[in-house]
């Protein structure tokens, strides 16, 4: 699957210019615009910044036909066609995709990389949508990640401030996990880390899961300590009963009645939770591997925007969500096995079965959050999201 594209131009002052005849790109998925961006400087020599979804032939990704709005550095010299853009500014918007806003980004990320004693000698951006917006800086020291976050979650740039003195524990050099290390961050939703070798382990079998699971455990473990601190600089607190109010505030609005019993009965659920006597932790809150890089032995979790203080299960749920019931089994019954060493007393496979159903109710709160926050042109990205993952809810709870 692939996608064809038409890019909106505005010039450097944002007005609008026309449109560059449709061209086809390899990747369906609408957020990745590093080939938009290649493909436009080879064809016409122009450097383009993507801003922003415009509109779609599907209602969701992956593929079809997108039109994005785009900035050109330099006046095109290749005839474009006329095009209708609304540009009326949106409270929602993210600083990152107006007018001017990569280019600021990328400015300050430069800056901070000479301060850094390494300049820049390419930019190439990489991805732009409501969740982020992504970078690559080349240096003569290797490349540097620019990341820019929305508010609902730069809390990452804390997260990964203090968990390096939780990762990367001695032992067992299979199962060792790093964390991407932030070289300057704003405070304001801009990041800069360092590079991570390796690649992005998708497809990982159950052997690669069970090494994930087995560092992921360490960190956890001593998160356990650092809880309140990470709550205090921002991480979102969903311990014991503070989820089920904030998966219900969140899904306000919304058709919930395919998981009404779920949520009748999510206080008294989340109760026996605690009384299962695991401690509460930092969870990823996506730990799949997609969101682990590296290679067969040295792995670093990566994103971690989705990160709460709360249940170490849902960790292990997500990581085994995709696999057969068999692997899925053997991999909860070592996690399980870890935490009953750790807490004598503790039952983390009841744990585990009472979460299941929350696990993609939360992950449906989630989902309304980000409609919650996003301007209207960006909700194909999520709109479908929230009656999916409610109606796998429901299935789980009548498991």
Known sequence: MSR????????????????????????????EVHSIVDTVRRRHGLEVAVLRLLDADRPAPPG???????????????????????????????????????????????GELRRLGRPVTAVAQQRTWNLSAIWRLDTDQGPAWLKQLPSFARHEAEVLGRLPSVAGLPGDTDSLIGVPAVLAADGEGRMLLDDVPGEDRYGAGEGERAAVAAG??????????????????????????????????????HDVSAV?????????????????????????????????????????????????????????????????????????????????????????????????????????AVYAMFLAAIEPGEHPYHVHDVPAVLARAAAVARL
């Open 4 to 31: 064809t594209v038409s890019l909106v131009l505005l010039d450097t002052a944002g007005r609008p210019l026309g449109a560059l005849p449709s061209f086809g790109v390899p990747e369906p998925w609408w957020q």
């Open 260 to 364: 009404s019993a779920l949520l009748d009965g999510l206080d008294r659920r989340l109760r026996q939770v605690g009384d299962c006597g695991l401690p509460d932790t930092l969870v990823h809150g996506d730990l799949h591997p997609g969101n682990v890089r590296g290679d067969d032995r040295r792995r670093t979790v990566i994103d971690w925007a989705d990160s709460f203080a709360g249940h170490p299960a849902f960790d292990i749920l997500r990581l085994t969500e995709d696999v057969d019931a068999d692997a899925a089994a053997r991999l909860v019954d070592a996690w399980a096995r870890r935490w009953r060493t750790d807490v004598p007393g503790s039952d983390p496979h009841r744990a585990v079965d009472l979460l299941r159903p929350v696990a993609p109710l939360r992950l449906a």
């Open 64 to 110: 079809g036909h997108v039109r994005y709005l785009a900035q050109v550095v330099d006046a095109p010299a290749v005839p474009l066609e006329p095009a209708t853009v609304d540009l009326a500014p949106h409270p929602l918007r993210q600083p990152w995709v107006e007018a001017g806003g990569p280019a600021r980004s990328v400015a300050w990320a430069t």
């Open 216 to 253: 992921h455990h360490l960190v956890q473990r001593r998160a356990c300590g650092v809880v309140d601190e990470l709550v205090a600089a921002g991480v979102p607190d969903l311990r014991g009963a503070r989820l089920a109010g904030w998966i219900r505030e969140r899904l306000a609005g």
